[in-house]
Structure formats: C-alpha cells, structure tokens
C-alpha cells in the first residue's frame, strides 16, 4: 500500500518539479491551490515508480485521487490498474476526480474495454475569461459591469497597493470581518482558513495580491497566480459588498495591473452555488476548464 504524507510547504520544490512542466487546465493543479486548502480537504501525497499520487477529500467528506502527476501515457495501464487495487484497500469513494479532458482522453484511448463511469463535474468546471475583456469591461454583455466600475471610481476616495508583508496580518483582520459578518461557518469559514495559510506564507508561495482602500480602510483585495503563459488563476477575491462597484472595480484593475500580458483568466468554480454561479456567469466566460470523475 502507498504510503502518503501530509503536504507541507517545505513540499513546493518536489512538487513543482512534478507540476511545472505540464500545462494544467484547471486550478486544482497549483500548488498554491494545494497547499492552502490541504487541511480543509485532507490533502496527502505518495510516489509511485516516479509519478506523484495526490488523495484527498471533497466537500461531502469523500477521498479519491487526483489524475496521477507526471504519468506516462505507455505506463497509464499499469498505474490505473495499481491505483484501482488502492482504492479497495483505502475503502475510498471514488478512483479519480479533478481529472481534465486530456487525462479523460488518454484513459479511453487505454482502455478499448472498460467498466469506468466517467461523468462530468459541473460543479467544479472551472470559469475561463478573456483578460482584455476583464480589463476592459468593453461591449455591450458587460455594460452594467462597466457602469458599476464608472460609479465606484466617480463617487469613492480610494488607493490601490500592492499585499506587501506589512499588510498581511491586515488583510488577515479584513478577511476574519468579513468572514463573520456573513455567518462564518461551512465553505465560508474554510475559505477564511485558506486566505490565511495563503498570507502567512506568501513568501513562499508564487502569488501577486493587491488592496483596495475606501476612505483610508481596506475594503477589498485579491490574490492571484501566474501558472504558465497563457493562464493566470484568480484564487481569492473578497470586497464589501456595501460598497457599489468595489468588486468591479477590483476585478478590472487587478487583471488590467498584473495580468494584461496572460490571455485567459481562469476564476476557479462556482461549486454548485446558486450566487456564486450567477456571479461568475455574469462576467461571460469563454469557456469552461471541465473536471471530471471517474469511478469502478
């Protein structure tokens, strides 16, 4: 039986030697993403013949494997086959979830005769957003986006700054507020313990953040990731929501400031919930980063 570790972060060299010479579609293969929600979601990790095996929980408190880091498509039988014969001995739920396309691609082209159940996630697809049309807010489908952002920056005092170390613990403080205010129990209060573990270790991490202050106060701010040339991915973006067009504005500004020379955007997933899938469709993806779950 494997022996899986908890992650850490003294973990990030080994598995950016894994993840980094790959192009992910998804959030879910960050490192950042990883690692900040690894106690949320029990993350854990094993090698394999040179492959990285990640397990971990989902919401409904449910394990399974994450598609396998640094497999060969040659050596997919045998790993699966492994993998599989895992499952059973870890009394686990499900044999992969967070798979991408290619990975569904590569296990069919496989296996000519299988017993799989592969079905999409929709609760986890991923949003996918031009950047210039983030930074922009141009055309008619974003015109109350535009009109938000227009109000916000007509009617409001404010100053942008970078997440620098002084403003970590105030960002942490902002964060808790905001947390509690919005009865800080369930996804939210994970999420609060994730926007920690990502600000107390930002000097390890590989993330650019930035604040927006309203009458001197912090009342939004957003972290995001570079992973490959051609994808940024939002992973946290928090506003007072009292404040009309703080949101729009953050969002416009940050991709305009840090992003402008990535061409897609990926926001993360909606997570099956009602507000948060209206919110991220509203800015009209392009596409979606589709997961998938694969089961014996």
């Not at 950016?16 to 192009?23: E, F, G, N, T």
């Not at 807010?137 to 009109?147: Q, V």
């Not at 942490?172 to 994730?194: D, F, P, T, V």
């Amino acid at each position: 039986m494997l022996e899986f570790k908890p992650l850490t972060i003294k973990d990030k060299d080994m598995f950016d030697k894994y993840l980094k010479p790959y192009v992910y579609e998804t959030c879910e293969y960050s490192f950042t993403n990883l690692f900040i929600w690894r106690k949320a979601l029990d993350i854990q990790y094993a090698l394999y013949n040179d492959v990285m095996i990640v397990m971990k929980m989902d919401f409904n408190g449910n394990f399974h494997f994450m598609q396998p880091i640094g497999y060969k498509k040659e050596n997919l039988k045998e790993l699966t086959d492994f993998l599989i014969a895992q499952k059973k001995q870890l009394e686990i739920k499900y044999l992969f979830k967070d798979a991408e396309e290619m990975f569904i691609k590569d296990i069919l082209d496989t296996y000519s005769d299988t017993n799989f159940t592969i079905e999409e996630d929709r609760d986890n697809f991923d949003y996918i957003y031009e950047s210039n049309a983030l930074a922009t807010l141009s055309g008619k489908k974003l015109h109350k986006k535009k009109n938000h952002y227009n109000y916000f920056i007509k009617n409001y005092q404010y100053e942008t700054a970078p997440i620098t170390s002084e403003l970590i613990q105030p960002c942490i403080r902002a964060a808790r507020e905001w947390c509690h205010k919005n009865i800080c129990k369930g996804y939210l209060l994970y999420e609060l313990k994730s926007i920690e573990e990502m600000l107390k270790n930002s000097s390890n991490l590989d993330f650019t953040g930035m604040v927006v202050y309203v009458n001197d106060k912090i009342s939004a701010f957003t972290i995001g990731e570079k992973v490959n040339e051609s994808m940024a991915i939002i992973h946290i973006e928090k506003a007072d929501t009292d404040i009309r067009g703080l949101s729009n504005f953050i969002n416009k500004t940050f991709v305009e400031t840090c992003y402008k020379d990535v061409p897609y955007i990926n926001r993360e997933q909606d997570l099956g919930l009602e507000g948060l899938r209206h919110a991220k469709s509203s800015y009209m993806p392009v596409r979606f980063a589709k997961k998938f779950i694969v089961n014996t």
